[in-house]
């Protein structure tokens, strides 16, 4: 074992360590927000483990769009709607808790029985090509054109969906457009209205 | 450029000829809405419709093509696919004739609508041609994320929102253990996408039957039963069914799930080809425990899409038989059923689409004595249950007597026996709704009936739902007695797809390979 | 070409010949460059807030640091040092842990993005084949930092400031990197190397500031924002946040902050200067003026004068870059958060995007000019 190996091999435990270590993290903790901060870590581990396994770019995109996108996109959620709430403890919660650890237990159990007794069917040692980059271009495309280009048509409509679902609707009032006036209709919006100060006797309901 | 100028040669880009039209009409109603506003209501349904009904019509063209694989064996346009691809693009047709009405009156946009339906239409089409992992699982998530948002199209309802958030949670996990099946089917082949690269690579080594296969398949199955809402990963199914917009349900019911058996089809038959003892044995347990389960559960339901989601749940369990079954025989009974299935389905759900708008409600009680107020809607609601339930002049009875044929013909005596019992069950609850609308004297009226307005067809958006009504009810009614060119249509497919045929070759040899002791032949 | 020098060749070959193996002598030499650059990121902070202060100053009709050595250039000393002996705060009901957590993430990934600024042919860290890509990538992590270290403060004033700096982050992203995209379409590479290798051959006229005048334009505005410098420095808007998620810091922990936001200026004016003012490339390429002279490239003396001179190149033309970015300072008015976010995704995205196609048309058409 030369010089390069065993730093390869050393970085490898360090990062698998990483990686589980915070995967643990983010399903124990009980504050929701130590779990998403973990969740970045879980992703910069796994984009090391890429660079151990020579794909350099596959790692940089995984930075890029998991820690950088979907992990930020998260804390965002949780930080803005940041409410307290009170959980009455359950009685008897450990027992659906010992058997979720069982049965994660047994599936953990059973996956890593599974890997080390399936024969796997390893190639040749691959070497590493020159550049990753022209490599992942010749697929993208050759054979996997069509997923490629699928992906963009899934993106698009993933895009769309979003912005329907989180923008504010216009809906014309119903009674304000029955009244004398048909054609005068009066825009509103109909979510989230304005947020009333709760004053005594006030009879100011909106809805 | 020497490698884009050799590739495209090797594309056999036709193929993908139909669902290059739905990507255009796609393009053409988010555009057409963008510059045209509001008003553009009026006529984008039907520039849907006909986009859609070109891409049936390019499908056509494509039958019985010479060279059926494109994208370098990733996508495959047989005639297998064909069939299923023109389900999906028929049922999602009928869907926006029934919804034209349905989304103006939610007071949501109609023409994104209309956009995600086709996504989703276009995802269900790959997803029964492709023949790559990588395709199968991005065809699978353009299906699934555009039937969620589908799914939570009518916001404002708060069971709309439920029903998204029950459907996203669940399906993402789904997808997740897909994914991860698939992903051992690649390390099992030694680093391969293709689903025949696969097949060749796990019968040349040593992975044929080890642990790794094993739990590939059962993570496998568990991400399509979902798609399929087979018992016991149906549990989403009742409340997504409740709670979303009617059309997105009818659709859901009929087009994903024709994917969802398109993609069974496929990857069990060519990639899974060396455990095939082992998928029919549990194909054979989700098939029964979703017959029981569906027809049984279904008679206790009160709202009437709940119950239509039950059934819809029986009804996958019967379409099970034919795949099972595992002939030409089999599967050629699972496209009949399909076809006819879109009709009677979509046309009970038309049904009901026309009853909530006009009443508001979808409670079975209150559909009692419709009769006297709307004699057009309690005769084709009728005659699609009845149809569903397989009562004799009907399609159903026919698509229903040919999953049974070929299922005990392939010898699954056990099976086909108990579809028979609990297709009795459905027929029972599908006649409680039926002699709930005919049979009531005018005093049992209920309240919601006596107060039913009158059907306005004029009003912007109810002819189609007229035309989505006859059409069902008409190809329900004929589909049963003229049966023989569908039945030619769907023998066909299966005979003319190689995906099968080889299987079917290649079958007795991979058992006999595996199992000499087996005792419980598959095929006949 | 002209490889110029190769300090890494030459210190593994001189150690190999002392009889340590290759692998032990490239060890040996991975540490110096990295220690180098840190060191002369830091300095080159020094220098960027001493220009600040000074040219702050002179916008200002002021004098600005003055008796802190000549010209006041020890000042910035002077502020680093009170800084180290400042009393470190924790806040009361705070998270210590992602307090201290917060600032650490957000200088570490800007420090590792000098790994690929390349100061001419041979020197630089490591020339990655994804280069540019490291760039965007990580300082994709820092949002992440800005917004653990606001909502560990406990102050809704570092909360909200947190808030802003991410969701501007991420916003100007995406016109960045689409901006960059152009360019690394031109050169056929991401590797930082090949960029300028590519604008090089006729001096000033091949750089990419004559083919990318809209992407310029976008990379600046978009690397303004990301360095939170004004008309942009909305995450830390005196006037409605107090000091955004710095409000609670004090000590080194804010010093990590400050040395981290300078940093990242000097690192986006090293960017730019790559991407479109062509690297150490000299106004004039220099092959051709050691033709004339009539020395050959291969010259040990005209070497070292061409590495010297592209190290003072790159440098001139960032502090040219940052001395613009603090001239804007003291001319444009911040924005609202409002106008931000629209000009990020509703005016910048589109015309990136536009820009975009624009050279993939161009590039198909001209591949002669625009790099076939």
């Given at each position: 074992m030369n010089l390069a190996e065993g730093v390869q091999i050393v970085s490898f435990g360090i990062l698998a360590a990483l990686m589980i270590a915070a995967a643990l993290g983010v399903v124990l903790f009980e504050k929701i927000v130590y779990s998403a901060f973990l969740l970045g870590g879980v992703f910069i581990s796994i984009s090391g483990l890429y660079i151990l396994l020579n794909a350099d770019f596959v790692a940089a995109a995984q930075i890029l769009i998991y820690v950088g996108a979907v992990n930020v996109l998260i804390l965002f959620a949780i930080m803005l709607v940041n409410k307290e709430e009170v959980f009455k403890p359950i009685s008897g919660r450990w027992i659906r808790k010992a058997a979720t650890a069982l049965v994660c237990v047994g599936l953990f159990a059973l996956l890593s029985t599974m890997v080390l007794a399936t024969p796997w069917n390893l190639a040749a040692p691959i070497t590493a090509p020159e550049s990753t980059l022209i490599l992942i271009g010749k697929h993208f495309f050759s054979d996997y054109l069509l997923p490629f280009e699928l992906a963009s048509v899934l993106l698009l409509m993933a895009m769309i969906g979003a912005i329907i679902i989180a923008r504010r609707d216009f809906i014309p009032d119903i009674e304000a457009a029955s009244?004398?006036?048909?054609?005068?209709t009066v825009w509103r919006l109909?979510?989230?209205p304005r947020e009333l100060t709760p004053t005594q006797g006030s009879s100011n309901q909106r809805k | 450029m020497d490698f884009s100028s050799n590739i495209a040669t090797q594309l056999n880009a036709g193929a993908i000829l139909p669902e290059g039209i739905v990507v255009v009409t796609i393009l053409l109603v988010l555009i057409c809405d963008l510059i045209v506003g509001k008003s553009s209501a009026r006529w984008l349904p039907y520039v849907a419709i006909a986009g859609l009904l070109a891409s049936v019509a390019a499908l056509w063209l494509k039958w019985d093509a010479t060279e059926s694989l494109a994208f370098l064996q990733g996508f495959n346009g047989d005639d297998l696919s064909i069939a299923f691809r023109g389900i999906v693009a028929l049922s999602a047709t009928v869907t926006i004739l029934m919804s034209v009405r349905y989304v103006e009156q939610s007071g949501t946009s109609l023409a994104e609508f209309i956009a995600i339906l086709l996504a989703a239409t276009l995802g269900g089409m790959f997803l029964s041609g492709a023949n790559d992992l990588v395709m199968i699982f991005v065809a699978l998530e353009t299906l699934s994320i555009s039937s969620y948002l589908l799914t939570g199209y009518t916001k404002r309802d708060p069971r709309s929102n439920e029903a998204a958030l029950k459907y996203l949670l669940i399906g993402a996990a789904s997808s997740a253990i897909f994914l991860y099946g698939v992903s051992l089917l690649y390390g099992l082949s030694g680093g391969q996408t293709n689903l025949d690269a696969i097949a060749t690579a796990l019968a040349n080594?040593?992975?044929?039957?080890s642990l790794g296969l094993a739990i590939a398949l059962v993570f496998a199955i568990a991400g399509i039963s979902f798609k399929i809402s087979a018992v016991p990963f149906h549990q989403w199914t009742p409340d997504v069914y409740e709670g979303s917009p009617t059309p997105v349900v009818a659709f859901l019911s009929v087009g994903s799930k024709a994917a969802g058996f398109a993609l069974a089809i496929r990857l069990l038959v060519t990639a899974f080809g060396a455990v095939s003892e082992e998928w029919h044995f549990i194909f054979t347990a989700l098939a029964i425990l979703s017959m029981i389960l569906g027809n049984v559960v279904a008679?206790?339901?009160?709202s009437m899409k709940r119950m239509l989601a039950y059934s819809s749940i029986g009804q996958a369990g019967f379409v099970m038989i034919g795949f099972i079954a595992g002939t030409d025989a089999g599967y050629s009974s699972m496209i009949f059923y399909l076809l006819i299935y879109l009709f009677m389905n979509l046309g009970a759900f038309t049904c009901v689409i026309l009853f909530s708008l006009q009443t508001g409600t979808d409670q079975i009680s209150d559909y009692s004595g419709l009769y006297q107020k709307d004699p057009l809607l309690t005769l084709a609601l009728s005659i699609c249950l009845l149809s569903l339930g397989g009562i004799p002049p009907f399609a159903g009875f026919f698509g229903k007597i040919y999953l049974f044929w070929s299922g005990w013909q392939a010898g699954l005596y056990g099976l086909v026996l108990l579809g028979l019992v609990t297709s009795v069950v459905s027929i029972y609850y599908y006649i409680r709704v039926v002699k709930m609308m005919v049979v009531k004297e005018p005093q049992e009226m209920s309240e919601t009936v006596e107060n039913y307005p009158e059907v306005r067809w004029s009003l912007p958006g109810m002819r189609p739902l007229q035309v989505g009504i006859v059409v069902s009810l008409v190809a329900t009614t004929l589909a049963g007695i003229l049966s023989n060119p569908l039945f030619t249509f769907a023998n066909n497919s299966v005979i003319n797809s190689p995906v099968l045929q080889s299987a079917k070759l290649t079958q007795p040899i991979a058992k006999a390979g595996i199992s000499e002791t087996s005792d419980r032949p598959i095929v006949q | 070409m002209n490889s110029g020098i190769d300090l890494q060749g030459t210190f593994i070959e001189s150690l190999t010949d002392m009889g340590i193996s290759p692998g032990l002598a490239k060890t040996m030499w991975i540490p110096l460059p990295m220690t180098l650059v840190i060191i002369g990121a830091t300095v080159g902070v020094l220098v960027v807030v001493w220009l600040e202060r000074k040219i702050s100053a002179a916008a200002q009709q002021r004098i600005g640091p003055e008796f802190a050595g000549p010209l006041g250039v020890l000042q910035p000393v002077a502020d680093g040092l009170k800084l180290v002996f400042k009393e470190d705060i924790v806040p009361t009901k705070s998270d210590p842990i992602l307090f201290t957590l917060g600032p650490i993430l957000v200088v570490i990934p800007v420090f590792l993005s000098y790994l690929i600024i390349p100061f001419g042919q041979n020197l630089v860290i490591t020339d990655l084949n994804v280069g540019i890509f490291i760039w965007i990538s990580l300082s994709s992590i820092a949002p992440i930092g800005l917004l653990m270290s606001g909502y560990a403060s406990n102050n809704k004033y570092s909360l909200l400031g947190g808030l802003r700096a991410a969701a501007q982050a991420i916003s100007y992203e995406i016109p960045l990197a689409l901006a960059v995209l152009a360019v690394v379409m031109m050169s056929n590479s991401l590797s930082t190397i090949d960029i300028v290798e590519q604008q090089s051959g006729y001096g000033i006229l091949s750089w990419n500031i004559w083919r990318q005048p809209v992407g310029l334009l976008i990379f600046w505005i978009a690397a303004l924002a990301e360095c939170e410098r004004l008309p942009f420095d909305l995450p830390e808007a005196e006037e409605e946040l107090v000091a955004g998620y710095q409000t609670e810091y004090t000590g080194m922990k804010f010093g990590l902050f400050y040395i981290g936001s300078y940093v990242n200026l000097v690192l986006s004016s090293l960017v730019f200067a790559i991407l479109y003012l062509?690297?150490?490339?000299?106004?004039?390429?220099l092959d051709r003026l050691a033709s004339w002279l009539g020395t050959?490239?291969?010259t040990a003396w005209l070497q070292v004068v061409t590495a010297s001179l592209g190290i003072i190149m790159t440098i001139l033309k960032t502090y040219f870059l940052i001395f613009i970015a603090i001239l804007m300072r003291w001319t444009v008015p911040r924005v609202r958060i409002d106008q931000l976010l629209d000009l990020g995704w509703k005016f910048l995205l589109p015309v990136a995007l536009v820009n975009l196609l624009l050279t993939a048309a161009l590039k198909l058409t001209f591949p002669m000019a625009f790099g076939g």
């Open positions: 009244s004398d006036q048909p054609l005068q109909p979510e989230r | 080594g040593d992975g044929g039957e008679l206790a339901q009160t | 062509g690297g150490w490339d000299f106004p004039i390429p050959s490239e291969d």
